[in-house]
T-cell receptor, first 115, second 115 residues
Framework: AQKVTQAQTEISVVEKEDVTLDCVYE???????LFWYKQPPSGELVFLIR??????QNEISGRYSWNFQKSTSSFNFTITASQVVDSAVYFC????????????FGAGTRLAVHP | DTAVSQTPKYLVTQMGNDKSIKCEQN?????MYWYKQDSKKFLKIMFS???????INETVPNRFSPKSPDKAHLNLHINSLELGDSAVYFC??????????????FGEGSWLTVV
């Protein structure tokens, strides 16, 4: 069975703090894909990153960085120098192999960045 | 240009009514989806169509019927609406292929409230 766990329900930080959102996944497949999506207060779902299981390189995009560790089945997301505009619900998700694109989402982490 | 657009964005209707949500994508993708987000923000796939063919059909009441007139459109019709159908419905699209893990792009969501 496939599963994504985001243990942090809500995180509250003050602007300019760094914050890490945790994501732990479960799958028996050797080929799989991991994603992060952002849902701002306006409600849309915005794609942030896709990673396949064979690429464990960390990725940095501006203030965002992702740490993929197969040994711990984790795909954590760090925002450096957080800003109020980062306030949103962030979802980690998994597509396992052996089927058509079926995203399995974690429960989401609500991030509140205060001025 | 909105890549995945769905209408209406907000819909308030009475129990027992029938309603439809329309979705169109201009990304040239060959696969479209409907996801449901419940009141706790949990996201789950409902249906997926590839080139107008139904390929994913999760355990959804048969009051929900998707229809794909062409690969750029996927509509969702709901019969005999119930209070529990109140949710946000997201349309999405991607390229696909078996075991591809392609990125799924979401529309802005349709907020359905059944009273």
């Amino acid at each position: 069975a496939q599963k994504v766990t985001q243990a942090q329900t809500e995180i509250s930080v003050v602007e300019k703090e760094d914050v890490t959102l945790d994501c732990v996944y479960e799958t028996r497949d050797t080929t799989y894909y991991l994603f992060w999506y952002k849902q701002p207060p306006s409600g849309e779902l915005v794609f942030l990153i896709r990673r396949n299981s064979f690429d464990e390189q960390n990725e940095i995009s501006g203030r965002y960085s992702w740490n993929f560790q197969k040994s711990t089945s984790s795909f954590n997301f760090t925002i450096t120098a957080s800003q109020v505009v980062d306030s949103a619900v962030y979802f980690c998700a998994l597509i396992a192999s052996g089927g058509y694109n079926k995203l399995i989402f974690g429960a989401g982490t609500r991030l509140a960045v205060h001025p | 240009d909105t890549a995945v657009s769905q209408t209406p964005k907000y819909l308030v209707t009475q129990m027992g009514n029938d309603k439809s949500i329309k979705c169109e994508q201009n990304l040239g993708h060959d696969t479209m989806y409907w996801y449901k987000q419940d009141s706790k923000k949990f996201l789950k796939i409902m249906f997926s169509y590839n080139n107008k063919e139904l390929i994913i059909n999760e355990t959804v009441p048969n009051r929900f019927s998707p229809k794909s007139p062409d690969k750029a459109h996927l509509n969702l019709h709901i019969n005999s609406l119930e209070l529990g159908d109140s949710a946000v419905y997201f349309c999405a699209s991607s390229w696909t292929g078996y075991n591809s893990g392609n990125t799924i792009y979401f529309g802005e969501g349709s907020w359905l409230t059944v009273v």
